[in-house]
């Protein structure tokens, strides 16, 4: 699978994400409009729950609209090409001190999501997470440490893509 593909992958995973938050929305807001007012059960706070909840959906359906206008501007302009150095929109294997080989796809947006691609898992990490921040500028055959809490990981890169 080619970096844009996988970028494809990735935009398609934040919009079900989008959809499925806007179902939800629709849904939260109908439970708000038939729960009992202040007026009904002067106990009951679900009304004012539901509302709130509503609220936090929207938020994360701007999230979600955020990151999809940055995703299609990068597939747009293309991603970088250069595979010396690690940055945003680098693929990178490394593998770890157990012999295990991981692979993560550097974006702005979208941490967390995974995309299955034949036999191999590919973990999106926004720029700010740990494991980015120890790979970003680090070349093919350099080992880094990532110390997350107690977790100590020893990583050596093998592939930038």
Same mark, same amino acid.
């Given at each position: 699978?080619?970096?844009?593909?996988?970028?494809?992958?990735?935009?398609?995973?934040?919009?079900?994400?989008?959809?499925?938050?806007?179902?939800?929305?629709?849904?939260?807001?109908?439970?708000? =409009?038939?729960?009992?007012?202040?007026?009904?059960?002067?106990?009951?706070?679900?009304? /004012?729950?539901?509302?709130?909840?509503?609220?936090?959906?929207? &938020?994360? =359906?701007?999230?979600?609209?955020?990151?999809?206008?940055?995703?299609?501007?990068?597939?747009?302009?293309?991603?970088? /090409?250069?595979?010396?150095?690690?940055?945003?929109?680098?693929?990178?294997?490394?593998?770890?001190?157990?012999?295990?080989?991981?692979?993560?796809?550097?974006?702005?947006?979208?941490?967390?999501?995974?995309?299955?691609?034949?036999?191999?898992?590919?973990?999106?990490?926004?720029?700010?997470?740990?494991?980015?921040?120890?790979?970003?500028?680090?070349?093919?055959?350099?080992?880094? &440490?990532?110390?997350?809490? /107690?977790?100590?990981?020893?990583?050596?890169?093998?592939?930038?893509?």
């Amino acid at each position: 699978m080619t970096k844009q593909e996988l970028l494809q992958r990735v935009i398609e995973t934040v919009m079900q994400e989008r959809k499925k938050a806007e179902e939800s929305l629709a849904t939260t807001r109908q439970a708000a =409009i038939d729960a009992p007012g202040a007026m009904q059960s002067h106990s009951d706070t679900t009304k /004012s729950q539901m509302s709130r909840l509503a609220e936090e959906i929207e &938020r994360s =359906i701007e999230e979600k609209n955020f990151a999809l206008r940055t995703l299609q501007g990068m597939a747009h302009s293309g991603l970088p /090409s250069d595979t010396e150095v690690i940055k945003i929109g680098s693929v990178v294997e490394v593998l770890t001190e157990r012999g295990e080989r991981e692979i993560y796809f550097i974006l702005p947006v979208g941490g967390g999501i995974e995309i299955v691609d034949n036999d191999r898992t590919i973990t999106v990490a926004t720029a700010r997470a740990p494991i980015a921040i120890a790979l970003i500028g680090k070349r093919q055959s350099q080992t880094v &440490r990532l110390q997350i809490g /107690s977790l100590q990981k020893e990583l050596t890169i093998v592939g930038i893509q």
